[in-house]
């Protein structure tokens, strides 16, 4: 680990703060330490497990099974898209599209107000680049997602037979998710330096966006019981934009609204840069209060 950054008590300037290629720039030579540190916490989640890694896949599969129980068999809730025909295989497909989506953002906004508190050795001890301490939470997600998807991928090949040409659609769909939790990553992070009642906050509003989110239901439902002026809504919820994308391409062998993507890239991209710069502008008075 010989790739560390010097900080400095010196803002900078702060039309730096707010370039890309100064952001890329500050994350650049760090690329190998950052991808060290993603597999590191990836492998530390399952330290001293009996099963070790296999829970990365056992975990989504025991989650999918025990909501798959409760709405399907317990609840006996109808949902019935077309897609197999069955009711409890739409249920699991649609279902497993969102939880993955929401799970990538819900992991890494619940941590990051506590990334930079509880490794208080490298904030007040050690000269390292904490700039990519959120960067490595949301890689490490990333590579949970990546293996929840190719669950998904396996699970629409047995229940209906084929996987859409579409589907080749998906790392395109998830790009502006990604962008825009390590933006909230990083703005959390730095927020959760200063105010500690942050950390108490997001896991309410977590659950709170889980059931506004098109997670357990289909989109095409709420709207059709909403009145159509107030459809502009649900769209704020960035989540939306790419489980729906998701079940489109995966599921239904459709295009996804590359309309939609675009502005939710656009809005992305103001919320990572924004995020950035402060965290970086807070940075060097981190050392003073943790």
């Known amino acids: 680990m ?57 975990q989504p599969l025991l989650i999918l099974g ?9 609840l006996q809730i109808e949902f019935d898209s077309g897609i197999t025909g069955n009711p409890q295989g739409d249920f699991v497909l649609f279902f497993f599209c969102g939880w993955i989506a929401f799970t990538l953002f819900a992991e890494c906004a619940g941590q990051a107000p506590i990334s930079i508190v509880r490794r208080q050795n490298l904030v007040t001890k050690v000269v390292f680049p904490l700039q ?12 949970r997602a990546v293996i929840g998807y190719c669950i998904l991928l396996v699970a629409v090949v047995i ?9 080749l659609y998906l790392p395109v769909v998830l790009v502006p998710l990604v962008i825009f939790t390590l933006g909230a990553a990083w703005l959390l992070a730095a927020l959760g330096v200063f105010w500690r009642d942050v950390r108490q906050v997001i896991p309410a509003v977590i659950r709170l966006l889980l059931f506004l989110t098109p ?72 050392s003073d209060v943790v």
């Not at 025990?66 to 317990?74: E, G, I, M, Q």
């Not at 229940?159 to 589907?167: E, L, Q, S, Y």
């Not at 992305?268 to 840069?273: D, E, R």
């Open 2 to 58: 010989t790739e560390v950054a010097i900080r400095t008590n010196d803002a900078a300037p702060a039309f730096r703060l707010f370039s890309p290629l100064a952001l890329l720039a500050d994350l650049a030579p760090h690329r190998r330490l950052i991808w060290l540190f993603v597999r590191r916490e990836f492998a530390q989640r399952y330290r001293g497990a009996t099963l070790g890694s296999l829970w990365a896949v056992l």
């Open 66 to 74: 025990v909501y798959t129980l409760v709405f399907s068999v317990v």
């Open 215 to 286: 997670v357990f239901y289909p989109l095409a439902l709420v709207l059709r019981r909403t009145p159509e002026k107030y459809h502009w809504v649900l769209y704020l919820n960035p989540l939306t934009t790419v489980i729906e994308s998701t079940r489109a391409c995966v599921l239904v062998g459709r295009h996804p609204d590359f309309a939609a993507l675009g502005i939710l890239t656009l809005v992305s991209l103001v919320v990572l840069q924004l995020g950035y710069a402060l965290f970086s502008a807070w940075r060097k008075d981190f």
């Open 132 to 143: 990519i301490l959120p960067v490595v939470m949301v890689g490490s997600a990333l590579l």
């Open 159 to 167: 229940i209906t037979g084929r996987i859409p040409i579409t589907a």
